[in-house]
């Protein structure tokens, strides 16, 4: 077998270029202001090479995945650019995913010599509060307007110098302002950071072998993509599943996904999949781009690189107008949280059928959105909180499904309770394991799907909450015989304690003294349930 | 004057190391994994047959009993109480997957299963007031139910019981009155954040018994020898009594990697060397820490995944060793670890297995003795480590020595990484640094590292092999307190007088706790610190304060805290509001007066040193190589690379480009040419 690739460089490489996106990450996460970023951490950083192709991607949100490229091209009309220009955009139909998410992309530039484009980096951060009709920005809106301020890709930095008066007026526009900028400091920072590390590689080792290394690692991963998918029989793979329902109208919203699998490509056509709808469960196409690309991510082995050659294999059919691929001005932003989801549920679907044996069953397939917003009359000033719920992971064929864990398209971390109650006004009453008495809330099965959790918010003002969630009309699906995962559920009890059953999705006011119940659904499970089971027969198989 | 073994047991060797009127002598045995002690008890019995006395007034302990306790799941059966309502949190944690493109994601499972966690009624809220109160009578049933279940230990975690410690007190000494070991989080880690907390807390719990027991058992051992003083080594790298030890035993954890840190903290000292980094590479993994003129901690560390948040030696860990296995992977690429042969089979050169390694690589080029490795104890297959490494050479065009050499590079570039983390990415030029090599194989890759960090000096001591068990000798006594203070730092007498409070009464549970441990009266170092971020940060920087009156004064510690803010972030606001999140307080007693001994001093010349020349791999070609007897290097021997320098238990490549000093304590430094 003869390889003109340098078998050594490619690892050392592979590991230097991920470390860039890495420490970007930690100098966000580290100096941010929200605990939304700090605690949560709910952000990635990136790497992309001078035609704005992906290098590296720190392993944070998968969400985020496929959606940022979309945003280097998005930045790339700016151009000509200049050292020292750092763009900002969160527009979903211009380089986004949806409001919340800033985007901050800068080319970086060789110090010395010719003074050459090298590279792009991007980072981009789930901000708290980015204005709309409810605080937190995640409504139940009709159209973007409603969700917050948009934000076309524009430069936040000209030449190192702040555009003060763009910012003045993203500022003004958001409900938390100081916490904003902060975040958005912590941004720049990692821009500095990451272009420090990135120019580090290119005094070590020169532009031209950092160039030509950012290609042969893409080539590398597309190669492990290749074997990869030369695993799976060629063929084509129906699936379909739909979300409980838009949040307007009670109707489901099918989703659908054809897949081809020849000559060691993917092919993903959603045709068939619902018609865009009149609320936010409209995903934009770079989040269908992420959900897939996630999956195929998942195939490889847990060290390759995650860069473009992952893609190269794989193309997409989206129809236009569709919760799949949503045109403006239609809201969007329970399609980057709930819809994603489901589209990794469908693609899963799909390949369950090109390998039976190897995919596990869904998880909880939501992300159980909850924010909350008002005036902190104790502490003298408005607030805005987000946070998304853990639920069960789907059991597989190596063993039973993890509990209270993010599943797919996030894994965000929670907030701690004492910081939560130390920074808002309302107290967390139970987060525990949703599994009452014998009832599990994970599926049955040979292997059982992991359970849920429940969390119980009392509110000490009166305050504006939304939930968005899913798999709260029927549960995550299993596969081979096993039972599918409990579906969620979600109450409101008044102070005088009237308990009230809510929809999977709305927002409403509450009262000091109400208690907000969320329960998340629990992972379907996998192979048929056998009575008389031997209890290690349950753990995980070592694979 | 006095005598102190430093003995270190490992999962393969058990380490002595004893100073005796100024004089080091070492000694290594097998270790006895079922009970680590046996091991302890009868090196010293060997040891001592061997000529000199080997009867020290004090031995320094480290072990692996807490770790595999937790790594096997052989604690204690251990309950956990908490607020009603979050008897989960445990099992919740931080609700991610620690991989995250795995479809079947895993994490390590709970330390105790749901049916032993109970909920009592109470709650705090967020500044400490009461919204339930719990009753004597609640705690006193619900101990009982659990000792009634066969619970051997228990862990207590409430909610902003940092502010206010009445309810756990409660259940503890319900649990105490009951005869039931308790480990409550007040006691164990007294800060805000409910799952570290819980998970630090149960860690504690659980362990505390297994180590308890053994320590008892160790210390009647020695008794019996002779010994009467045990102290035992902290994650934190100093040491503590054994009855200390035994009751907050989750500080022992992580003991190991802090022995080598003080190890080589101490001998950089003695080679005058302030600035250090440190590179302690074992068989599976390597350890590099940054001594910047002290010890670096973090309070950031995990075992198993399960988080634990004590002051810790801040030591950054990777998966390359020397038994670390190389493969081509589906994509064409080298990879090197983080899969292990670990010590079974082992490297393919040790006859068991056909795994290519890193060893075998270093054999392959020579690096390595066949004949010379644990002095001639065991015998290294060559043949066996160019089958291994055949495969991976078709990539090479079959070039085996090009393979190997590969191998290293990749080696090389992990661990690499590792010191980069660590250096330049927290704002450190390696250029001022020089880098302490030990462990087994450090010696033997110290210099590529060094050059490919620009590091311009390497340090190997004269012990490399057993470097943990001579910072154990070393080590200080230490006793580390905290307090959460949670609030935002304010330019007036009345804050400075609160901080000032808090560090008071820190001193005095620091007094006390010395005191109770050794009855001393000497007066123990104090050292000030605080957890500082600005505003809004989830996370903090520790920053020494000064001990002297004016310590407590903002105007000193924001400064500093900026400073450092900017230093490892790239950006600091003197404008932003700062909050103190802990106060922290170590007070240290110097340890034994351990120091090497000094060396004959020869002409400069190692010629009487040499004991053979063979090819080597150096840059890509053979080149004829001087072979070095460590033992028989006398001081200021001065040696050329490139060269191999032989002993017990490591081995140093010195490159060509390389040139090296004995100094009059027997360390080795290395040094580039131009």
Known sequence: M??????????????????????MGVTLGRTAHSPN????????????????RLVAQAAHIPVHLGAMPVSVQAALPLAPFAPGDIVILNDPYLGGTHLPDITLVSPVFERAGRRALVGYLVSRAHHADVGGMTPGSMPLATELHQEGVIIPPLRLLRRGRRNEEALALLLRNVRTPDERRGDLDAQLAAHRTGEERLLDLVTRYGRRQVVTRMRELQDYAERLTRAAINEIPNGVYDFEDSLDDDGDSANPVPIRVRLTVRNRTLHFDFTGSSPQRPTSVNAVAAVTSSAVYYVVRCLLPGDAPTNDGCLRPVSLTLPEASVVNASSPHAVSAGNVETSQRIVDVVLGALAKALPGRIPAASAGTMNNVTIGGFDAARGRPFAYYETLAGGAGAGPSGDGLSAVHTHMTNTMNTP????EMAYPFRVRRYSIRNRGRRRTGGDGRFRGGAGVVREYEFLTPAQVTIVGERRKRGPWSLRGGRPGTRGRDSLTDASGRRKKLPSKGQFTVAAGARLGIETPGGGGWGRPSRAKPRQMRKRVKT | MASVLGVDVGGTFTDFLLWEDGRLFVYKRPSTPDDPSRAVLAGLAEAGADGAAWRPDEVVHGSTVATNAVLERKGARTALITTEGFRDVLEIGRQTRPNLYDLEPRRSPPLVPQRLRLEARERLDYRGEVLQRLSKREAVKLVRSLRDRGVKSLAVCFLFSFLNPRHEELVRDAARSAGLACSASIDVLPEHREYERTSTTVLNAYIGPVVERYLTRLAEGLGHAGVRNLRIMQSNGGSASAAAAGATAVRTVLSGPAGGVAGAFASAKSAGVKRAITLDMGGTSTDVCLLDGAVPFTSESSIDGLPLRIPTVDVHTVGAGGGSIATIDAGGALRVGPESAGADPGPACYGAGDLPTVTDANLLLGRLRPDAFLGGRMTLSPSAARRALRPV???????????????LEVANANMARALRVISVERGHDPRRFTLVAFGGAGPLHACDLAEALAIPRVLVPPFPGVLSAFGMAASPITTDHVQALLAPVEDDGAFTHRLGRAFAMLESQAR???????????????????????????????????????????????AAFHRAHGRRYGHADAERAVEVVAVRLRAELPGAPVRLARLARGDGDPRLGRVGREAVWFGGRPRATWLYDRSR?????????????????????????????VDDTGNLLLECEG
């Open chain 2, 393 to 407: 050479a078709r990539n090479f065009s079959g070039d085996l020595e090009g393979a190997a050499a590969s191998v």
């Open chain 2, 633 to 661: 290097l006398r001081g200021g021997d001065r040696l050329r690379g490139p060269a191999l320098v032989l002993q017990l238990d490591a081995t140093t490549a010195i490159p060509p480009g390389w040139q090296g000093r």
């Open chain 1, 417 to 420: 309770v004492e910081a939560l």
């Open chain 2, 512 to 558: 006390r706790s010395l005191r109770s441990q050794f009855g001393r009266s000497s007066a123990p170092v104090m050292r000030r610190s605080l957890d500082l971020r600005y505003a809004g940060q989830s996370y903090e920087l520790t920053i020494p304060v000064s001990a002297r009156a004016d310590g407590c004064d903002p105007a000193r510690f924001l």
């Open chain 1, 2 to 23: 003869t390889n003109r690739v340098d078998p050594t460089a490619l690892a050392v490489f592979h590991s230097l270029f991920a470390s860039v996106a890495e420490e």
């Open chain 1, 37 to 52: 970023i700090t605690e949560r951490r709910d952000y990635s950083c990136a790497v992309f090479d001078a035609e704005a």
